[in-house]
């Protein structure tokens, strides 16, 4: 059975960092693409930051320069630096994987393994 599963979430004052972690299990993802993504309430879900298979990155214009995504092939986990948060930044974080190898999802249909999501407040 597939799992991704968050953690590093919680409760931070503004300026402040907080490290995601996101643990595959059941299959490798060395060849996928992997992102995180979230949710605020009453907002739809967001590309936060993607990395590929060579560890090519992107970064949405609302956290460059704050966030920064990374993996780790070696134990399948993947990784967000979030530093410098803002009140804004409060969410459901989620990560993906994308449904299949070497591509680059240009959707979010095209990510078919997703996690529980952990929450990050982000008080002023």
């Known amino acids: 059975q597939v799992q991704l599963v968050e953690s590093g979430g919680g409760l931070v004052q503004a300026g402040g960092s907080l490290r995601l972690s996101c643990a595959a299990s059941?299959?490798?993802?060395?060849?996928?693409?992997m992102g995180w993504f979230r949710q605020a309430p009453g907002k739809e879900r967001e590309l936060v930051a993607a990395i590929n298979w060579s560890s090519d990155t992107y970064v949405s214009d609302f956290v460059k320069g704050r966030f920064t995504i990374s993996r780790d092939n070696a134990k399948n986990t993947l990784y967000l630096q979030m530093n410098s948060l803002k009140p804004e930044d409060t969410a459901v974080y989620y990560c993906?994987?994308?449904?299949?190898?070497?591509?680059?999802?240009?959707?979010?249909?095209?990510?078919?393994?997703w996690g529980q999501g952990t929450q990050v407040t982000v008080s002023s």
């Open positions: 993906a994987a994308s449904t299949f190898r070497f591509r680059w999802p240009v959707s979010v249909s095209e990510y078919g393994y």
């Open positions: 059941g299959r490798t993802f060395s060849g996928h693409a």
